[in-house]
Structures are given as structure tokens and as C-alpha cells.
């Protein structure tokens, strides 16, 4: 397994091109099984996770095509073979789940291996399966797979999620284009890439109207046709690199960055000191002397503080002048890079969701692991910032959801490599 060697100590000043957004593609692929006509992504990023989405696509017969370097996606479920996800594939990564709602929706029966657990929590998908079945469809769950059945086909439905999820939005955004009749989403995730997943629909042909807001109104359609679009800006890449200049001190210009992805982010990185600009081409991230302010940090869903970005603020926060605190919100056991940072010198007290960090002068180099891929991005920063080398390893995580992370890096000046096992 590589690992990623990290001298720190070297302030960052360049710019790093932002990818498209990991976590929208994941659910905009899918989307091709709700069609037979051809989907084409634009813009995609070239990540593990997306060849782990093209694998489990192309074992239900979808026809996936990489083009431009892996830039753009073109996607064909006008063969489809089955309507099987095995758990060999589902287990690698969760968002397999996503591909139940459209299978069922459109071929009215889908049998979809359970996710497991995984590092960051329990993570169950009881609100994806309460969703369909307000939609009308029949679920047995045996031998760990969802056999799900819609008979009649899918039917309209107001459905009101108890708390917010990204996943079960998707799931049952993607389902309700061709379910009969009107389906009212109340309290649905408001992210980016849920966005992003509803204009992509409407282009192929879909009725969806409120995105981006606690109420989606979807009126189905007997079917959708094939369209072409561009996927959305990574805007937890695009935070995790502007904590890089922010750990380090510099400056650097994140392209295609947009506060508008990352406000409430943004508002926390002010409040530590970090200066934060909009520029034609996006973000432009500056420390300037001295060390950040302590800041008290809770993450939301959208348009609240990312959970996906509470690692990597984490490590900045290390070495700010204080005691600042994070709570975590959203999952019940995201702070597996605490002991870790600790291993660099941070000072951290873990209590249940909420870590208790006590800004230290500076942090030490040390050989640490990551356990998902967040966590891992933040002991990179973290190194970035620390005296002398650290070497971090299972860094098949950071791959996972960053493209060239050390590429993107040494640009700027930073002194990381990777060390092929
Ligand atoms: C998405 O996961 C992202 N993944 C995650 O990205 C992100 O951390 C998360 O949203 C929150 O923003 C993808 O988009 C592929 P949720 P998702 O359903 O959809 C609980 C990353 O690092 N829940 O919004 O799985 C759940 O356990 C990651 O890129 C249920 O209880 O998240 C969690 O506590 C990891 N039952 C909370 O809700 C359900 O049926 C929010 O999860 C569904 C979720």
C-alpha cells in the first residue's frame, strides 16, 4: 500500500485547479440506469470511488465509456442485464445504494446488497427503504441484500425525512421522475450536489422543482431521455485546499472555487484570521502572520459547516491560539484522526461528539495512519505545517477522493511525495 511522505514547514503560494465533485458524480451516474437513452458527464473527476461506480454500472450491463482522460463519463443503460448489485462491489463503497431508487423506478424490481457499516458510523439506509416504500414498493430484506419490487411501478408520495440525508434525497429524488403522480419531498438535503443531481434530471427530461431548498416537488414522467452536463465543483476539495495556505501561511488561488459552495466554511476560516477573496477565477486563500484564532465549530448539513471538512479544520486548529471546540453532528464517530494528530504533538480531548482542541506552538512530524478519507487529507495538512517529516500511510483512502493530491501540493511548494509499495 503507498504512503505519502510530507516535509513540513514550507509556506504555499501558487494555484490548484478544482476537480468536479466526488460525491454529485456518485449520484449523477446512477442516473443513467433511469434511462435508455445516453447520459454524458462532463467535467468528472478521476478517483477511485468513480471506478468503483463504473464497475458496479457496468455489472448491471450499463455501458460506461471514459473519455478525455477519465474527464468525461459517457454512460448507456439502454442494455441493461441486471438488476442485481452484488455485494462484492456494494461493500467497497456506500453510495452503491444510490443505484437502488432508479433500478426499482424504472424496471420495477431491483435486489441491492446492504452497505455496511463503515469508520466514520453505523451509517444505515432506513430512510433510502422508508422513501420507496411511501412510493409504494415492497421490500424484503434477506441474506443482506434489499429485494425490492414495485409491481404496478412506483407511485407519487409526500414524504417527510425525520432529519436531513443526502443519500435518502437522492435516492428518492432519482425514484420519484418516474413514479406516477406528484412526490413532495419535506426536509430534504439543500447540498450542492443535490443541485447539481436535479438540474441534470430536468435536462433529461424530468419535472423537479424547489432544489436547493427544504421542500423538492417532483411530478413524474413515463420517461426520461438522455442529456449531457457538467458536474458541479468539488467544494470539499476545494476547502480542503484552502486550508492548505491557511495551515502553512501564503497564498494560493483555488480555481473554479466559489464561496457560495463553502460560505459557512468560509465565515469560520475569517473568524480563525485567514483571508479569504473572490477573484475571476475563484478563491484566493491567505495567512498572513501569526497564529489563527481558537474558533467553535458545528457541523450541519448544508448550508451549514461540512462534516466532510471537520478533519481537515481540525488540523488547522491545532496550532491556533486557544482552545477551540468542534462538534460533530452528523456522524457518531468522525474524529478517528484525533489520536493521530495527537501522535504530532496536538493537544485533543475527544468526548463523545465534541473534541476539545487546545492550540499548540507547533506540530511535530510523525508516522501516522489514516482511516477514511478525510481524516487522511487532514494529517496531510497537518504535515504541511509540522516540523520535520511525517509519513502517512493506507493513503489508498486519499485516493479514494483526491485526484493528485501531491501533484496539486508540490505545485504550490509544498514537499510531499509518494512512496509506491
Ligand atoms: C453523503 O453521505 C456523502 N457521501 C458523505 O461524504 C457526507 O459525509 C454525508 O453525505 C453528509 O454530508 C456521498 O454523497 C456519496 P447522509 P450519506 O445520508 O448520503 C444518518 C465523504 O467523505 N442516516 O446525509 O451517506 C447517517 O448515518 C463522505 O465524501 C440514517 O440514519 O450521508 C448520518 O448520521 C463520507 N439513515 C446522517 O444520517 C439513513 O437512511 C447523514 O447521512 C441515511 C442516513
Known amino acids: 500500500m503507498d504512503s505519502i511522505a510530507v516535509t513540513g514547514g514550507a509556506p504555499l503560494r501558487g494555484e490548484i485547479p478544482i476537480a468536479g465533485a466526488k460525491n454529485a458524480c456518485l449520484t449523477l451516474m446512477p442516473a443513467t440506469l433511469l434511462t435508455d437513452a445516453p447520459l454524458t458527464l462532463t467535467n468528472a473527476p478521476r478517483l477511485s470511488d468513480i471506478r468503483t461506480m463504473t464497475t458496479l454500472l457496468q455489472s448491471l450491463g450499463a455501458e460506461v465509456q471514459t473519455l478525455q482522460q477519465g474527464r468525461v463519463l459517457a454512460l448507456s443503460s439502454h442494455d441493461l442485464t441486471s438488476q442485481h448489485a452484488d455485494y462484492e462491489i456494494v461493500r467497497k463503497m456506500r453510495a452503491s445504494i444510490l ?58 408520495a409526500v ?47 424530468a419535472q423537479i422543482e424547489g432544489e436547493g431548498t427544504k421542500t423538492i416537488t417532483i411530478e413524474g414522467v413515463s420517461s426520461l431521455g438522455g442529456a449531457t452536463h457538467e458536474v458541479v465543483t468539488d467544494r470539499i476539495e476545494l476547502g480542503t485546499y484552502m486550508l492548505a495556505p491557511a495551515i502553512t501561511g501564503g497564498e494560493v488561488e483555488l480555481i473554479g472555487g466559489r464561496r457560495e459552495l463553502v460560505g459557512a466554511f468560509c465565515d469560520k476560516l475569517e473568524e480563525a484570521g485567514i483571508g479569504v477573496e473572490e477573484t475571476e477565477r475563484g478563491l484566493k486563500v491567505a495567512r498572513r502572520n501569526g497564529r489563527v484564532n481558537a474558533v467553535h465549530v458545528v457541523t450541519e448539513p448544508f448550508p451549514g459547516f461540512p462534516t466532510d471538512l471537520q478533519a481537515q479544520m481540525m488540523a488547522l486548529l491545532c496550532t491556533a491560539d486557544g482552545v477551540s471546540v468542534l462538534e460533530e453532528r452528523i456522524f457518531e464517530n468522525r474524529f478517528m484522526h484525533a489520536p493521530e494528530l495527537m501522535r504530532m504533538g496536538a493537544k485533543i480531548d475527544v468526548h ?62 509544498a514537499r510531499i511525495e509518494r512512496i509506491a509499495a
Open 352 to 413: 463523545g461528539g465534541t473534541a476539545t482542541v487546545t492550540g499548540v506552538e507547533r506540530l511535530r512530524g510523525a508516522p501516522v495512519m489514516a482511516t477514511d478519507l478525510r481524516a487522511s487529507v487532514s494529517l496531510i495538512l497537518a504535515a504541511l505545517a509540522a516540523e520535520g517529516e511525517t509519513v502517512v500511510s493506507r493513503v489508498y483512502h486519499l485516493d479514494r477522493g483526491y485526484e493528485r493530491v501531491e501533484e496539486k501540493l508540490s505545485a504550490c511548494g
Open 159 to 205: 414524504i417527510e425525512f425525520p432529519f436531513v440525508s443526502v443519500g435518502a434525497t437522492e435516492n428518492a429524488l432519482m425514484a420519484a421522475t418516474l413514479a406516477k403522480g406528484t412526490t413532495v419531498l419535506r426536509n430534504a438535503a439543500r447540498e450542492p450536489e443535490i443541485v447539481d443531481l436535479a438540474r441534470c434530471l430536468r435536462r433529461m427530461g
Open 99 to 156: 443505484v437502488l431508487g432508479p433500478l426499482l423506478a424504472r424496471y420495477g424490481y431491483a435486489e441491492v446488497s446492504l452497505p455496511g457499516g463503515c469508520a466514520i458510523g453505523a451509517r444505515p439506509v432506513d430512510l433510502h427503504l422508508r422513501a420507496l416504500e411511501a412510493m409504494g414498493a415492497e421490500l424484503d430484506l434477506r441474506d443482506g441484500y434489499v429485494h425490492a419490487r414495485a409491481p404496478g411501478g412506483l407511485k407519487g
